[in-house]
């Protein structure tokens, strides 16, 4: 198989879900060039989430395509555990491992999904722990944590499994106003590391400084996709203006 080196990392192609009579997606198409970060705006119950969940196949689709590096989500079994390793996910609430310490938590999914040898998941781990700002806090367990540092932890889990794209769900939604501004500079340096990255936030600071392209949701459809500059200096749509009026004021 010849591989196209103009490949967009992630492709969505004409893509609609429903949950049950309900539109969630309407006709969505979008491609994500390697080592993009995308920020994903809109209002809630605009379909910011579903369209993060479809991305690694949490949800499925009712009809259109989703590939990642050229080749389509598959549907089930070992492809799809593979894929799902390949596209990190961090959501608003950091899922942790309670029973676990930090660094097991971390190591769990290279060595039970990737087959990776106890020590070099381990040597790996306490490499991204580092990174993270946590090497310290290796043995303990997430409850003695503070919420930033979990979620800390929880992208350190993620880029263990070596993912070609990070989505984020709102990771910063569930902490206190003094730990987001720790997870955001990880992000911030992940997104200056190269990786390709599909960010849903209310952190509009963020948005302008780290995004190279801003996608605009409302009722489940993409209203606009441009630069920061121009999103937040000249939004095209009324729903966009309101939308910025409400949260920069
Ligand atoms: N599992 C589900 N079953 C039914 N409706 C859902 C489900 N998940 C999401 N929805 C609906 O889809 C819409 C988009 O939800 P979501 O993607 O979570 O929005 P956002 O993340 O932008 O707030 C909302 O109206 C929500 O109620
Ligand atoms: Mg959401």
Redesign the pocket.
Known sequence: MTQMPTQPMIRISGVNKY??D?H?LKNINLEVPRGQVIVVL?P????????CRTINRLETIDEGTIEIEGRVLPEEGKDLAKLRSEVGMVFQQFNLFPHLTIRDNVTLGPTKVRGTKKADAVRRADELLERVGIGAQAEKYPAQLSGGQQQRVAIARALAMEPKVMLFDEPTSALDPEMVGEVLDVMTELAASGMTMLV?THEMGFARKVADRIIF?AD?EIVEDTDPESFFTNPQSDRARDFLGKILH
């Open positions: 949950f049950g309900f969630a809109g809630s119950g605009s379909g910011k989430s579903t369209l849903v949701m489940g």
